[in-house]
C-alpha cells in the first residue's frame, strides 16, 4: 500500500482538511506555500498516464475538490496553480494521482513559461506527427 493510500485509509496522520467517499484533501508536509493541499483519490490511480476512461467521473470530481480545496484556503482570489507531475522525470515523488493547490501571489514570478514564444513551424510539424499517430 502507498504513501497516500495509507493517508486516505487513516493508517498514517496527516492534515485533513476535507474528505468524501472518493476523495482526500491534506496540506503537504514539505509545502511550496504556506496553504499548499494535495488532492488525490481514495482509488489507488498511479497518475494521469495511468488513468482509464472509467475514471472520467473520479478526475472531474478531483477537479472540483481542488476548487473546494482553493476556497476553504482563502486562495481563490489571489489566484492558485494546479499541478500534477507525472511520472518520475516531471517531479512525482509519490506514485499515486495527486493535485498540488498551491496559491500564487501579486509580486511573486510564476516561473514555468519561457521567455520567447516557440517556433511555429516547429509547433506544426510536431502535431502533424502526433496526428499521424493517431
Known amino acids: 500500500m502507498c504513501l497516500f493510500c495509507k493517508i486516505a485509509a487513516?493508517?498514517?496522520p496527516a492534515k485533513i482538511l476535507f474528505e468524501d467517499e472518493d476523495v482526500v484533501a491534506f496540506h503537504d508536509i514539505n509545502p511550496g506555500a504556506p496553504t499548499h493541499v494535495l488532492v488525490i483519490p481514495k482509488e489507488h490511480v498511479v497518475s494521469i498516464a495511468e488513468a482509464k476512461p472509467e475514471h472520467a467521473a473520479?478526475?472531474?470530481?478531483?477537479m472540483l475538490a481542488t476548487q473546494r480545496a482553493a476556497e476553504m484556503t482563502g486562495v481563490t482570489?489571489?489566484?492558485?496553480?494546479?499541478?500534477?507531475n507525472t511520472g518520475a522525470h516531471a517531479g512525482q515523488s509519490v506514485f499515486h494521482l495527486h493535485?498540488?493547490?498551491i496559491p500564487r501571489y501579486h509580486g511573486k514570478d510564476l516561473g514555468?513559461?519561457?521567455?520567447?514564444?516557440?517556433?511555429?513551424?516547429a509547433l506544426a510539424?510536431?502535431?502533424?506527427r502526433i496526428r499521424a499517430a493517431l
Open 58 to 62: 473520479l478526475l472531474g470530481k478531483l
Open 77 to 84: 482570489a489571489s489566484g492558485f496553480r494546479v499541478v500534477a
Open 10 to 12: 487513516k493508517q498514517i
Open 99 to 101: 493535485f498540488h493547490v
Open 125 to 128: 510539424a510536431h502535431a502533424a
Open 112 to 121: 514555468i513559461h519561457a521567455a520567447d514564444p516557440a517556433d511555429q513551424a
